[in-house]
């Protein structure tokens, strides 16, 4: 932990664990979808679902999905500032299997129709997971840009991913690997510690046998 | 790299204030900028100062148990504590209130127990006619011994109770007030080690498992305690335990302590037949 860690963030109360780390796994949650959502189901595992009313842990999930941080003064007014803008709510509780008490399972779903499905966890002190996209595992904080690309399992897309981002000076900081089963569905999530720029980003989606690419950046606006 | 022990963070603050050496270090450790640095420190003590600020003592959090308290503490009072003192405790209750109502506050280390740092030192500040250097000189040393707390123990409360958040929040504030009333590193240390011990095995129970009950009123204990331990130490009054000691005795006491003690809104006050019809209330 660096010293910030320690001191900050700042953030709206009261709780950095149920308040701070719900809006930043909205506002990730936003930026994976690449646009405001029109609709959002946000279901508490645990302690969320015990106690998120009185943390104003719905408020602030709703916050980041309006694209706002976890300093942002006006996170409890959330509901209301999402009425307004067209994004209707639907809050529940559920219970996952296997993972953080702080848990919460959002479905959300873009203008267009496009659909998203992410569980994520915070993990106390403002700092955050996300543990699935679409039913599928993942694991990043969203601290460094992060890639996540879902592909068929076949071999040569590891090699070809990792070929490409060193030609653009991109450096590898974590990579993981999963696959639902045998010759189905891959992801790779990449964590590096340069920007990805967005023409290789686009490169990448057009590659045959990549299904899906999506790009997070917390650092840049969006 | 983090300071693994106080020994160490003194060792290196040998030939440097101990603020300058949290400083690099933190330069080294996220290769960033000294301007970058305490650039960031500074937003974070501006931010303390406009929470304070923002105080409204017609607010209520959304559970209507905090509220409206700190408003009583302004004025003469009845005379007990002094004005300084009594400053300290409105402070301390402003900030956890401004929390509990879903106001912008900083977490030093956490947002339970934000408000034990700025209620030692705006009230200090304003009685000394202090630069704001100095304040954020204070916050690194506050930082830098919170780091070892953290490193060596833990500063969550799931984890080590209410000692590992308002303890360690009033360890970092004893810290910080030695360094402003111009003290040495080792009464840093002290200082710190003091106001551990005093806080050795409070448990983190909170009343429906909101961030109030008893939260708000243990910051004003972690911040008049850091004044008192400041002023020990000051005072060339040691710790008969070493800080690093002090800091693995917390470690071991929250690793003993049961899972109904640590956040979990199921015991200490939260079990109490009061605490239990609060919550069932919600």
């Known amino acids: 932990m660096n010293i910030f860690d320690i001191m900050g963030p700042v953030m709206v109360g009261p709780s950095s664990s149920h308040t701070a780390g ?9 930026r994976l979808l690449g646009v405001q959502p029109v609709a959002a189901q946000l279901l508490l595992h645990g302690s969320f679902a015990a106690t998120g009313a009185g943390h104003g842990t719905d408020r602030a999930l709703v916050a980041g999905l309006l694209g706002m941080g976890p300093d942002d003064p006006r996170l409890p007014a959330s509901f209301e500032l999402a009425q307004e803008a067209g994004l209707s709510l ?25 659909a998203l499905e992410v569980v994520a966890s915070s993990l106390g002190g403002g700092r955050v997971k996300v ?92 | 790299m983090a300071f693994q022990s106080v020994e160490s963070l003194l060792l290196a603050a040998r030939d440097a204030p101990v603020w ?27 931010a303390m100062q406009s929470a304070a600020a923002d105080y409204d003592p017609a607010r209520r959090s959304p559970s209507g148990l905090s509220g409206g308290n700190a408003a009583r503490l302004e004025g003469p009072g009845p005379g007990l504590c002094g004005p300084f003192v009594r400053e300290i405790i409105a402070a301390a209750v402003r900030n956890g209130e401004c929390n509990a109502c879903m106001r912008r506050i900083v977490a030093a280390p956490t947002a339970g127990a934000s408000g034990v740092l700025p209620a030692v030192l705006l009230p200090l500040q304003r009685r000394d006619v202090l630069p704001d250097e100095v304040i954020v000189q204070a916050l690194y040393v506050a930082a830098g011994f919170g780091q070892v707390i953290a490193t060596r123990a833990s500063i969550a409360g799931a984890e080590g109770g209410c000692q590992a958040e308002v303890g360690s929040a009033s ?19 002290h200082a710190c080690a003091i106001a551990l011990s005093n806080t050795l095995g409070l448990v983190c129970d909170p009343v429906a498992g909101l961030v109030e009950v008893p939260c708000v009123n243990r910051n004003v204990m972690g ?45 200490g006050l939260a079990a109490t037949p009061t605490g239990r019809r609060i919550a069932e209330s919600m």
Request: charged residues 25%; aromatic residues 2%; negative net charge.
């Open chain 1, 22 to 30: 719900a809006a930043r796994i909205g506002l990730i949650t936003r």
């Open chain 1, 90 to 114: 639907e809050l529940g509780k559920t219970v996952l299997r296997g993972v953080h008490p702080n848990t919460v399972l959002l479905r959300v779903t873009a203008p267009d129709g496009r």
């Open chain 1, 131 to 222: 543990c699935s996209i679409d039913g599928l595992e993942a694991s990043f904080t969203g601290d460094l840009p992060t890639l996540i690309i879902r592909n068929e399992d076949r071999p040569g897309h590891v090699a070809e991913v990792a070929n490409l981002l060193s030609h653009h000076g991109v450096n590898i900081a974590a990579m993981q690997l999963y696959r639902d089963r045998r010759g189905g569905l891959a992801v790779m999530v990449i964590e590096s510690d340069q920007p990805i720029p967005a023409a290789l980003v686009d490169w990448l989606r057009r590659c045959p046998g990549i299904v899906r690419v999506v790009y997070l950046n917390m650092g840049e606006e969006s």
């Open chain 2, 20 to 46: 300058q050496v949290v400083l690099e270090d933190d330069c080294r450790d996220r290769g960033s900028e000294r301007e970058e640095s305490w650039a960031r420190m500074a937003g974070l003590w501006s």
């Open chain 2, 171 to 189: 360890a970092m504030a004893a810290a910080a007030l030695v360094h402003i009333m111009g003290g040495t590193g080792e009464q840093m240390a």
């Open chain 2, 223 to 267: 911040a008049v305690n850091a004044l008192s331990c400041a002023e020990l130490a000051l005072s060339g009054i040691k710790s008969a335990i070493p800080c690093d000691e002090v800091i693995d005795a917390m470690r071991a006491v929250g690793d003993a302590m049961p899972a109904a003690l640590r956040e979990t809104g199921n015991g």
